[in-house]
């Protein structure tokens, strides 16, 4: 049994009727002796765009993507709504390799905000890498969101004409 309600459905305890259909095709009904406690969840989701950016190649210029906050059920209730970003990368990146502008925003409920990720491929190594964004709200540290941003870094490319040769052995 799945249930779920959308965002506009208030907070509350709400009674269950489960019907069923019979082989017959007789529809059967009763209230079940259970409630569903529907409650909110104030945060801010984070979101990228792109979702990945793309293949490059060492030294390359550098990689961007737009992080945008958006503001989710009511959020913010009982604090000032100051999301403070920071990034931290994975595979062949140098450790500063990722910068975010502007490094906070503030969002209102039902808001939206967004700063702009920036990834330096200076020194970076081949392969698969990943950024993650991570939003803290200011005054409550226990409400974290974060997004990953992979891409690949590649260190050669291969172009012209792909033909078939043909070796003679002798």
Request: hydrophobic share 30%; glycine share 10%; proline share 9%.
């Amino acid at each position: 049994l799945n249930v779920s309600a959308t965002f506009s459905v208030p907070a509350g305890t709400y009674p269950i009727t489960i019907s069923g259909t019979s082989g017959d095709g007789q529809t059967r009904s009763a209230p079940a002796p259970l409630s569903i406690s529907v409650t909110s969840n104030p945060t801010f989701p984070l979101t990228s765009t792109p979702a990945s950016l793309g293949t490059a190649k060492p030294g390359s210029p550098p990689l961007s993507a737009t992080i945008i906050a958006q503001s989710q059920d009511g959020y913010p209730t009982t604090t000032s709504g100051i999301v403070n970003f920071s990034c931290s990368s994975t595979g062949g990146l140098a450790a500063n390799a990722c910068s975010l502008s502007p490094t906070s925003v503030t969002l209102t409920s039902g808001s939206s905000a967004s700063t702009t990720l920036t990834v330096n491929t200076t020194g970076a190594t081949a392969g698969n890498n990943s950024v993650t964004v991570t939003g803290t709200d200011s005054q409550d540290a226990s409400n974290t969101q974060s997004v990953a941003v992979p891409f690949s870094i590649v260190d050669y490319s291969v172009t012209g004409p792909q033909t078939a040769a043909t070796v003679v052995p002798g």
